[in-house]
Every structure is written in structure tokens, then in C-alpha cells.
């Protein structure tokens, strides 16, 4: 779990206006919060402190605020935004091709190698209910463990004490400067085993250690997102009040 962004962004947020504001934007960022928000509910986790989390992990700029972004990948310790959920998704299954075991997924930058085995694909950690309802649990359990949520936040990212500290800064400082959560009416709130399956072309199960995702040629991350989404998560999770 490498955070993808440094100290810098939270100062740029504020002298460059609004950027990355368009509709497609807004919406995508607003579901690691509305999975967050369920995942807080689950797990008696502090919404806050998910929130913050998963900023300090995906971070970006739009609108003028720090937000979230589900489609966030850290290869090895690179990072990349993608527009959409298929291209992260490609982009996995390439480097996984060659060999990839070491990188994070999603709104809460889940590490494939340590924490796959708790999904049954890849396809599952992108999804920003299941991700945000793994990382709350690990949240919950650091808590019982160290006592403060920040101490939690820091061990969230690593369990060496300098890159601890350093998080736990960082996601602080986040936590603080945060301003109220705003509802977003019409998060499907079922539980994942609940909700409609996703269409799938070729079912892995986790002990094939297989990526469920699809092949193709995908296009390389930028750090401005497409205006162009087919979300599969989206349709299955969310869905977002257009006249709101």
C-alpha cells in the first residue's frame, strides 16, 4: 500500500483552481466514498478515517478538493490514475503476464501479494465495495491492535516504524483538512453477495491465483481521466441520482 501522491498535492489543491470537475469525475471519485460510508457502518470503523485513508493512498485533484480515485493502480511502486476501471484493469493484466505479484489496487490501495488471498480474483479487489470493506476490517483489527486510529493508519501502510510515521503524517494531515462528508443519495448498499453478478467471460476461482480480467491491448495510465467509463462497478454499485 504506497500512497501515490506526496505533501505537495494538498498545497497544489489550493492554487490551482478547479480542475478534473466534470460529471464522469465527480461520480467516479464519489464511490470510494459511498463504499467507504458502508464499509464505516460494517465494521465501526470511523468514517473519517477511511475517508482519509483512502486519500492518502489515491489522492488527486478535482474540483479544487482531494479526492478518492477507485481506478488507481501502484505497480511496483508506480503509480498511475486510469480514466476508466477497464483500463486499470488491463494494465494489471499485462504486468501480471510478465510476472507481477507486488501491487495495489483501488481506492484503498490493496497489495495483491499480501492480501490477495482474501478475494476471490483481482476483479474483486477493484471493486470499490469489496475494497473498502477488506480495508475496514484491517483497519478495525490495527486499531485493536495499537490503540489509536492513527497508529492503525500508519501500520496500514507498512510495519516499518520510519514509513509508518511517515503515513501516519500524511494521513493526519489529511484527516484534518477534511471537510465535512457530503451524502450522495443512491449507493446500493446490498451486500456483495446480494448484489447482480458481473458479466463474466472466463470465471477463475482464487485457487488458480488467475487474475479474473480481461485481456486486450489497454492504454498506458494518465493522470487526466477519459471522459469515456464503462465501469462495471459502477453499474453494479452504484447508482448515482443524476438530478442531485
Not at 96 to 116: P, T
Given at each position: ?53 483512502s486519500r492518502t493512498e489515491t489522492g488527486r485533484a478535482i474540483g479544487g478538493k482531494l479526492q478518492p480515485w477507485p481506478w ?147 492504454r498506458m495510465g494518465s493522470l487526466v481521466p477519459s471522459r469515456k467509463s464503462g465501469s462495471a462497478s459502477l453499474q453494479a ?8
Amino acid at each position: 500500500m504506497f500512497p501515490i501522491f506526496g505533501r505537495f498535492l494538498i498545497g497544489l489543491i489550493a492554487s490551482v483552481g478547479p480542475v478534473f470537475a466534470s460529471p464522469d469525475t465527480s461520480n467516479t471519485a464519489n464511490m470510494c466514498d459511498l463504499a467507504a460510508s458502508k464499509a464505516a457502518d460494517d465494521w465501526n470503523v470511523p468514517l473519517d478515517v477511511l475517508r482519509a485513508i483512502s486519500r492518502t493512498e489515491t489522492g488527486r485533484a478535482i474540483g479544487g478538493k482531494l479526492q478518492p480515485w477507485p481506478w488507481t493502480v501502484n505497480m511496483e511502486g508506480h503509480g498511475e490514475w486510469f480514466g476508466a476501471e477497464d483500463e486499470a484493469r488491463a494494465y494489471v493484466f499485462q504486468h501480471f503476464k510478465r510476472g507481477a505479484r507486488s501491487f495495489d489496487v483501488g481506492c484503498f490501495q490493496i497489495n495483491y501479494k499480501w492480501h490477495g488471498a482474501a478475494f476471490r480474483s483481482i476483479d474483486e479487489m477493484f471493486d470499490p465495495i469489496l475494497n473498502a470493506n477488506y480495508a475496514a476490517r484491517f483497519l478495525r483489527d490495527l486499531y485493536q491492535e495499537f490503540g489509536d486510529w492513527t497508529s492503525a493508519a500508519g501500520a496500514f501502510h507498512s510495519r516499518t516504524r520510519t514509513h509508518a510515521e511517515n503515513y501516519s503524517a500524511r494521513f493526519e494531515e489529511i484527516r484534518n483538512t477534511m471537510t465535512a462528508f457530503d451524502q450522495t443519495v443512491g449507493l446500493d448498499v446490498r451486500n456483495p453477495s446480494d448484489r447482480p453478478e458481473r458479466q463474466r467471460s472466463d470465471p477463475f476461482s482464487s485457487s488458480a491465483r488467475a487474475p479474473l480480467i480481461r485481456g486486450g491491448t489497454g492504454r498506458m495510465g494518465s493522470l487526466v481521466p477519459s471522459r469515456k467509463s464503462g465501469s462495471a462497478s459502477l453499474q453494479a454499485i452504484i447508482a448515482m441520482n443524476s438530478s442531485r
